[in-house]
């Protein structure tokens, strides 16, 4: 079996960003899908480097998984890394196991050492976008809970992204917390997102005050190219950190494990280098006794399935992400989705990634220029 083709798509599924997802071509007819993480404006760099590699793909054997990731790096990339890179190979690599689980006719997760679970806990991203006011986040809130979720993530803070925030910014955060926890009760578990924006001055007085709403975790309160401050925010408040959702391959995580930093590493399947490195991760994880939930700003499809395979196999998965606003999407344009049940996703069983895709469905949502984005001036700063 030789490869045949690789396709890359660039799509709109009706809500903010584009998605990027990748089909591999075989000369036995077998296809396999992957999908490739996308930011906002940048989706069209990660097609470009989707579409480069895939002229290296032809001719090969799409069951030498681990090899392609090596070439990708080392000899197509001169060991150059970039989002935009990683995020290509991600979806590449998909698309290969996706092939080796139709072939063998096992699910992905059979192919990386078998379950250790049956289901899959997630929870929910998405509902809070565009809400401005603490009331607004609670009836929000009751909304998801009603519909059977019981694990929500939000960001409470305002924008701009900025390393030093007014106090205004910390009240309203507080606000908006503690309406969510007052509105769902006790028994939600409730996940913090920070996006890495925080000086440890900010993130620890305001961490501090959120403690009270027994928060299941913090992401993010500050980027991981300074794992130092994250281990200071993480001795300072007591609460579970979480980070890695912008830190590409085992390298990137190494410091992060060795300067103790995080309780929780959230790698992305769709750029941190694929399914297998994402389970190399979680086992690099295991002896520092630290659990992973992968991060899954992607489709509930391809995304999805792919997290979904490699989080079965992780004996340190807890818990992973689950954006409510892409499911219509999804709904056009696969079948057979993975969604969940009160919070849990059952294992699939089909072989490969257990999904397909209707190509023509896809092809009816095609990529959109990215709003032109109020992007600040010096005039807007602050003191």
């Known amino acids: 079996m030789k490869i045949t083709a690789v396709k890359g798509y660039a799509i709109h599924p009706g809500w903010r960003k584009n998605l990027v997802f990748v089909k591999v071509e075989t000369d036995e007819g077998v296809a396999g899908w992957g999908e490739a993480y996308s930011q906002y404006d940048r989706d069209q760099c990660v097609l470009a480097h989707v579409e480069a590699l895939g002229r290296y793909m032809a001719g090969r054997d799409p069951f030498n998984i681990k090899h392609f990731t090596q070439f990708a790096f080392d000899d197509y990339a001169a060991r150059r890394g970039s989002l935009e890179l990683y995020c290509a190979i991600s979806g590449i690599e998909h698309a290969l196991w996706d092939i080796a689980g139709k072939i063998c006719g096992q699910p992905v997760y059979n192919l990386l050492g078998g379950r250790c679970r049956d289901r899959i806990r ?7 976008y565009g ?14 809970v009603a ?3 019981n694990a929500l993530k939000f960001d409470p803070l305002p924008s701009p992204w900025r390393s030093y925030i007014p106090k205004e910014h910390e009240e309203r955060a507080v606000k908006v917390v503690k309406a969510v926890r007052n509105a769902v009760g006790p028994d939600v578990d409730l996940l913090i997102d920070q996006h890495r924006r925080l000086a440890p001055m900010h993130a620890i007085r305001l961490d501090k005050r959120l403690a009270e709403f027994d928060l299941y975790w913090l992401e ?16 300072a408040t007591g609460l579970p950190i979480v980070i890695g959702e912008a830190t590409y391959t085992k390298t990137g995580f ?6 103790r930093c995080a309780d929780i590493l959230n790698p992305d399947v769709a750029c941190v280098g694929g399914i297998l490195e994402l389970k190399e991760i979680a086992a690099m994880a295991e002896p520092y006794l630290v659990a992973v939930s992968p991060h899954n700003y992607n489709s509930t499809v391809i995304g999805l399935a792919a ?8 004996p340190n998965f807890i818990i992973t992400e689950y954006f409510v606003p892409l499911v219509e999407f999804g ?9 969940p049940v009160n919070g849990y996703i059952d294992l699939p069983t089909r072989p490969g990634l257990g999904v397909d895709i209707d190509e023509e469905a896809l092809e009816r949502h095609a990529a959109k220029p990215y709003p032109l984005r109020n992007l600040r001036h010096p005039a807007d700063e602050g003191p």
């Open 307 to 314: 997290t979904v395979h490699a989080s079965a196999a992780m």
């Open 122 to 128: 997630v929870y929910a991203n998405g509902w809070s």
């Open 131 to 144: 809400l401005k006011e603490p009331a607004d986040y609670a009836r929000a809130a009751e909304g998801v």
């Open 147 to 149: 519909q059977g979720w």
């Open 331 to 339: 709904d056009r344009v696969s079948p057979n989705q993975l969604k």
């Open 254 to 259: 190494r410091p992060l494990l060795e300067k």
């Open 220 to 235: 993010e309160p500050n980027c991981a190219e300074n794992p130092e401050a994250l281990a200071e925010v993480r001795a």
